[in-house]
């Protein structure tokens, strides 16, 4: 029997979308390579961000910010916290995401991503500030900053430094707000994420997120740390146009459309 992609076709799972990219992130060497790839790099990055007080790290910082302390913001989930754990459960309960999540985020019990408490502890100790920006829900800020604090995650001793969604008036899931929040008293000097959205942009097209990413050339690697998450992000709803209405089939008939079979 061949399948055609005509208008009748119905698309049936015939695995879960996530079996691949977890199993890469929690058992390939490749994965725990690129993570503290990126995170050995941040640090020969930092001292020189620190060196120069015209580096900004934030399309939000206004001048004038030479004399403001340094600061590092940090996404947290596939960032710093390791949420394979959650995701393997997804695929072997044939579920999705948001099935288990706070329950997931309650136990506390995410891993660190591979070089990111070493690094993180190195800009402590150079004075740099950490601040951990999640879009977690806020109620799920103290079990985040347990999370980050049993791990050794430096600037723990409180939660102020976890930053939550809505945790705040004005603090939606376009983090560009919390970013212009910490600009105010501190001058960015790096940002870590998994998500384009942790950096610049928020429910852009695929065309335009990489426009965005392309312009900023110069900023991956030094300014703009990218950990690499295959499992899910905006990539991946950018795709769906933003729209989380799809039915399961559609949704994986609007993946499959996408595909790239040669140019
Ligand atoms: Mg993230």
Known sequence: MSCSHTATYVYHRQTHELLHSVLWMQRSAEYYAACETVYMGALDALDRALADTSWTAATEQKPPFGSKPPAIIVDCDETVLDNSAYEARLILDKTSYPTGWDDWCNEASASALPGAVEFLREADKRGVAVFYVTNRDAKLDESTWQNLRTLGFPQTNTAEQVMCKDERDGWGSD??????????????????????????GYKKTTIERERLAKDHMSWWGTRWLMLPNPAYGSWERALLNHDNSASDSLTLKIKYDALVPGR
Do not use: E, M, P, W
């Open 175 to 200: 983090k560009s707000t919390r970013r212009d929040y910490i600009s105010r008293t501190h001058r960015i000097v790096q940002v870590a994420g998994d998500n384009l959205d942790d950096f610049i």
